[in-house]
């Protein structure tokens, strides 16, 4: 009876970890009253943070003002371990995406962007956060 409760209490921590998308290592079923069971330790994924540095009003001689925001990933971070790569993509045409912790975006007068952060970690894992700027 004592297989029995081992090999039961082994499948319930392996559907629990499962669930959570934590690998487990597979193997015979440890005899006795406690059976251990291996699980390896996921990665964290990073947190980007976008935070605006700086904003400058750009009116150029002729059509509408412009607004120029320079923003910052450098708060973003990893919590089990660190970010190995920024990337930036825009919704406002035509600027292009960057590497860079820092990066500048145009916004025209009455209109709005969305800006993507892109966060990497050591261990490949990577996540992003998207935020709107308007003028």
């Known amino acids: ?26 193997g015979p079923v440890p005899e006795g009253p406690n059976p251990t069971v291996s699980v390896e330790k ?3 994924p990073p947190v980007p943070i976008i935070r605006t540095k700086s904003k400058k009003l750009i009116a150029p001689p002729f059509g509408d003002a412009i607004m120029r925001y320079t923003l910052t990933g450098a708060d973003s971070y990893d919590p089990d371990g660190y970010i190995v790569r920024h990337h930036w993509s825009t919704s ?21 962007c969305q800006v993507t952060l892109f966060v990497t970690d050591d261990s490949g894992a990577m996540s992003y956060t998207i935020v709107t700027y308007s003028f």
């Open 92 to 112: 406002c045409y035509p600027q292009p995406e960057a590497p860079g912790t820092e990066y500048s975006v145009d916004v025209a007068w009455g209109e709005s």
């Open 42 to 44: 996921a990665s964290q």
């Open 1 to 26: 009876m004592a297989g029995a409760r081992s090999a039961l209490t082994l499948l319930s921590v392996v559907s629990l970890a499962g669930f959570a998308g934590v690998p487990v290592s597979t």
